[in-house]
């Protein structure tokens, strides 16, 4: 239990993160770096995301429109803000974690269907505002333990006609707990004006004037600023204007490593702010180890060049989680895992994996979905295999794996997958078999965590360390068992299984006499973090870093 409910149970405070002038101002992490302050204090935290969009989840958006899907432990496919959250803090993320306009509208439909509503006019006031407020309190209303802050981040622009709902909500909600029980975050945007040479704060006047004509006086505000520094007159001047105290107005100027983003806001105490507007006698801070890791990060010893072969290339967000588990990787191998993203499209024969493929230490093929590019995928597992290049495999890149093997080591010529061709005479990849008759496609697929268990002597068992390991999934096609028996005859290794019924699911794949050869059908990256490194990213880039110095 935490220090705060130690002298008995108090009542959740709430901290709510908007966001003015622009998109992708960096809410989500600010949201996560306040958590991670908080809990250095020893405070028991909640964190959510409410996004404004009208589908239900993102889970059948494009990388390219929306970015990657984050999943959580229990399957939920969530905006990849909650990857952020993850990584900063220890909230355990849920379901309850990430609400869209759609998921609160189909509720609501779905209850006026069953006639909960007793007849009475369906309307956004009270009944969708009633439903919002509800999912703010279900986020702690079952938690194991107390939880002192919940920090509720809402997605989109102050001012977006899709927002106002949940503003509303959020109005409502200050009255519903009490003002000293809440907290508003503004995160907005100071812009630099070359022309002027100076910071511009009128954004920022009107984004907050727009928040309080909906009835929302922010307590603090987050300015973000470029490179530049907001200078004590104009901190005084955005708050003289927002009516928000001096002291209440942090800069938030771009700072690299994203990791060092949580003690700049510390030294302008905006965790003692939030505990200070809560009425919470601050605990003592002990942010060490975060501080110790973001040290090792700037300071690497050694570069290691890890080659990505994917398809959407041109969305960085499409694989954050991805980017940044190679990061925990490095920081763990006190390298930087420098990784270029290498077009499969582009890879249209042996020829073009030599050559756009052999400069680099290791190879990844990542998750994916659809026909486009996967010849290029194939080359470029054989590449890594002919060639002893470690090689890491993960959902699609597993399965990538199995096909290059069944085709050119196994002699299954015809191999492939039926996401890819239905008709192959040969589906080493075959569709789940809850996934046949499946006619929806938003939430239908193979989701969370699920067990996994290791075989001795094999690389994935020893990159774990352990014999039973949970990770997390998002797919629709599966290892076909049909072929198993072929292909580890003809030397491939399944080194990890999951039992269902009587069957084991393949989940991990290897070769024994390669240097790092190891692929996943689930999705490693989600649960990495700066301070607890996924073993399998960390082996991969140890051996990569080895191949570097010609140890392999």
Not at 44 to 69: Q, R, S
Not at 250 to 270: F, G, N, R, T, W
Not at 271 to 281: C, K, N, R
Not at 310 to 324: F, L, V
Request: aromatic letters at 8%.
């Amino acid at each position: 239990m935490s220090e705060a409910h130690s002298s008995g149970a108090r009542a959740t405070k709430y901290v709510f993160v908007t966001g003015g002038v622009v998109s992708s101002i960096g809410k989500g992490v600010v949201a996560a770096s306040t958590g991670l302050l908080l809990e250095a204090r020893g405070l028991k935290i909640a964190i959510m995301k409410l996004d404004p969009y009208i589908n239900v989840d993102p889970g059948t958006m494009n990388p390219f429109e929306h970015g990657e899907v984050f999943v959580t432990d229990d399957g939920a496919e969530t905006d990849l803000d909650l990857g952020h959250y993850e990584r900063f803090t220890q909230s355990y993320l849920s379901q309850k974690s990430n609400i869209t306009t759609g998921g609160i509208y189909n509720a609501v439909i779905q209850k006026e269907r069953r006639g909960e509503y007793l007849g009475k006019t369906v309307q956004v006031i009270p009944h969708i505002t009633d439903e919002i407020k509800s999912r703010i309190r279900m986020l702690t209303a079952e938690s194991e333990e107390p939880i002192d802050i919940a920090i509720i981040e809402i997605g989109g622009t102050v001012g977006d006609i899709e927002s106002l709902p949940f503003l509303e909500a959020l109005r409502q909600f200050r009255l519903d707990v009490g003002p000293p029980n809440c907290c508003f975050i503004h995160v907005t945007l100071v812009p630099y004006i070359e022309a002027a040479g100076e910071l511009k704060t009128k954004p920022t006047q009107h984004s907050v004037r727009a928040l309080r004509d909906i009835g929302i006086q922010p307590h603090i505000i987050v300015c973000r600023t470029g490179p530049h520094t907001l200078a004590q007159d104009q901190r005084r001047k955005v708050g003289l204007f927002c009516d928000v105290p001096e002291n209440c107005i942090i800069c938030a100027e771009d700072v690299s490593p994203l990791y060092a983003v949580p003690m700049h806001l510390k030294e302008q105490d905006i965790d003692l702010t939030i505990l200070q507007l809560l009425g919470i006698t601050p605990p003592p801070s002990d942010t060490s180890a975060w501080e110790a890791m973001v040290e090792r990060l700037k300071n690497p010893k050694d570069t290691v060049r890890i080659a990505a072969v994917g398809k959407y290339i041109e969305h960085d967000d499409a694989y954050k989680s991805i980017n940044e588990a190679f990061v925990h990787a490095g920081i763990r191998n006190e390298c930087k895992a420098k990784i270029t993203w290498v077009d499969s499209e582009k890879i249209s024969s042996d020829a073009d994996a030599a050559a756009m493929l052999g400069e680099f230490d290791g190879i990844l093929v990542g998750p994916g979905f659809g026909t486009r590019g996967i010849e290029g995928k194939i080359r470029a597992a054989k590449y890594a295999r002919t060639n002893n290049v470690p090689y890491f495999g993960i959902c699609l890149g597993m399965q990538i794996a199995v096909i290059e093997f069944a085709r050119h080591v196994a002699g299954i010529a015809d191999a492939h997958s039926t996401e890819i061709d239905p008709q192959t005479p040969a589906p080493v990849i075959s569709l789940l078999s809850e996934q046949r008759g499946v006619q929806d496609l938003g939430g239908t697929m193979r989701l969370g965590a699920y067990r996994c268990e290791l075989e001795p002597g094999t690389k994935a068992r020893e990159a774990y360390g352990e014999d039973v390991v949970y990770e997390r999934h998002r797919h629709r096609y599966e290892f076909n068992n049909d072929y198993l028996e072929a292909l580890e005859q003809a030397g491939l290794v399944v080194s990890g299984t999951h039992p269902k019924g009587g069957h084991r699911l393949v989940e991990i794949v290897e070769l024994k006499n390669h240097p790092w050869y190891c692929a996943s059908q689930f999705h490693p990256e989600f649960k990495s973090k700066p301070l607890h490194p996924q073993p399998l990213f960390t082996a991969f880039v140890k051996h990569a870093l080895e191949r570097k110095r010609g140890a392999l």
